[in-house]
C-alpha cells in the first residue's frame, strides 16, 4: 500500500481559477514533506518544504499547508496560469533513514 | 551553468541489450539517486550513492547495475535482466543523505522495442 496518496489523480482548471491539491500520508515519523512541480517529461522541481512544526508555506502563487495531526497535506494554487499544467507530487521524508516516499501526483491541466 | 544532466533523452534499445544511462551533476553533492518513473505510479527508488565508490540498493534494484568512481558521475546501466526497462528514468542528487533537497535532471525516457 502507498504510504502517500494524492487526491483528485486529475483535474481541469479554467485559466484564473484557484484550486487545491491533496495529500494523505501514512508515514511516520516523518522529517518533511515537500511539494514538487513536474513538467511533462521533466524532473521534478522542489515548490516548498515543511517540517513537523510548520503548517504553511508559500512559493508566489503556491500555498501549501500540513497538518501533522491528521497527516494530511493540501497544495493551493491561485490564479492559475497555463504554465501551471503539470503533475505535482507530495514527498515524504521518513525520519532517520532519509528515505522519501512519493506520492502518484496530481495531474493538473489549465486550459483557457 | 550549475545543475545535473541526463543524456540521452531518449533511447531506444531491442530487447536482450544493455544500456547505459548517464548522469552528470556539477552542484558538488555527496550523493546521487537513480528512480524509475512508469505512468500513474510515483518515483521508485533504484541506486543511490552517498559517497564515492560507495553505491547502495533501493526497493527496485533487480536488473540494473550501478557505479560511482567520480563524485560527478553515477551512471545506471539496464541489463537484460530488467523484465520490463521501458519507462522514464531520474536521476537526482543532494548535498547528503540527509534532509536536504534532492535535485532532479531532466531524465531519460527508455524505450526497448
Known amino acids: 500500500k502507498n504510504q502517500v496518496e494524492q487526491s483528485p489523480q486529475s483535474l481541469i482548471i479554467l485559466e484564473g481559477k484557484n484550486c487545491t491539491l491533496q495529500?494523505?500520508?501514512?508515514?511516520?515519523?516523518?522529517?518533511?514533506l515537500r511539494w514538487y512541480k513536474q513538467d511533462t517529461g521533466r524532473g521534478p522541481v522542489s515548490l516548498t518544504i515543511m517540517t513537523f512544526s510548520e503548517n504553511t508555506k508559500s512559493n508566489g502563487r503556491y500555498t501549501a499547508t500540513l497538518d501533522a495531526d491528521t497527516k494530511q497535506s493540501s497544495l493551493h494554487i491561485t490564479a492559475s496560469q497555463l504554465s501551471d499544467s503539470a503533475s505535482y507530487i507530495c514527498?515524504?521524508?521518513?525520519?532517520?533513514?532519509?528515505?522519501?516516499?512519493f506520492g502518484k501526483g496530481n495531474q493538473v491541466v489549465v486550459i483557457p | 551553468d550549475g545543475g545535473i544532466t541526463q543524456s540521452p533523452k531518449y533511447l531506444f534499445r531491442k530487447e536482450g541489450q544493455n544500456v547505459t544511462l548517464s548522469c552528470e551533476q556539477n552542484l558538488n553533492h555527496d550523493a546521487m539517486y537513480w528512480y524509475r518513473q512508469d505512468p500513474g505510479q510515483g518515483l521508485r527508488l533504484i541506486y543511490y550513492s552517498q559517497i564515492v565508490n560507495d553505491f547502495q540498493k533501493g526497493d527496485i534494484a533487480e536488473g540494473y547495475s550501478v557505479s560511482r568512481e567520480k563524485k560527478e558521475s553515477f551512471p545506471l546501466t539496464v541489463t537484460s535482466a530488467q523484465k520490463n526497462p521501458t519507462a522514464f528514468y531520474l536521476c537526482a542528487s543532494s548535498m547528503g543523505q540527509g534532509a536536504d533537497e534532492q535535485f532532479f535532471g531532466p531524465g531519460t525516457r527508455l524505450t526497448v522495442l
Open positions: 495529500c494523505n500520508y501514512t508515514v511516520s515519523p516523518f522529517s518533511n
Open positions: 514527498v515524504v521524508r521518513l525520519y532517520g533513514n532519509n528515505r522519501l516516499a
